[in-house]
């Protein structure tokens, strides 16, 4: 589990939250995975990049990802 790892999972209320592996409370609660997921792809990105596990209803994992960066420039660095 690395710091920036997030479980999308649905809630007992019907709802799927986004929420940072290792945390008590979720980061968001929205109406549909794909909401949550979108959300959670979102928060990886702009925090360095991590793996986004999606479970299913029953609350078995689906699919992984690991989702880069979303800040780095793809232009190289020719300084070093």
């Known amino acids: 589990m690395g710091k920036n790892d997030r479980t999308v999972s649905k809630r007992d209320d019907g709802t799927w939250a986004n929420k940072k592996d290792g945390a008590e409370r979720a980061s968001g609660i929205h109406p549909t995975q794909g909401a949550a997921a979108k959300e959670a792809t979102k928060m990886l990105k702009?925090?360095?990049g991590g793996e986004l596990?999606?479970?299913n209803e029953e609350g078995k994992i689906?699919?992984?990802d690991t989702i880069a960066p979303g800040n780095e420039s793809?232009?190289?660095d020719k300084e070093h």
Request: proline content about 0%; overall charge positive.
């Open 46 to 48: 702009n925090s360095g």
């Open 53 to 55: 596990k999606i479970k």
């Open 62 to 64: 689906r699919s992984k």
């Open 74 to 76: 793809s232009v190289k």
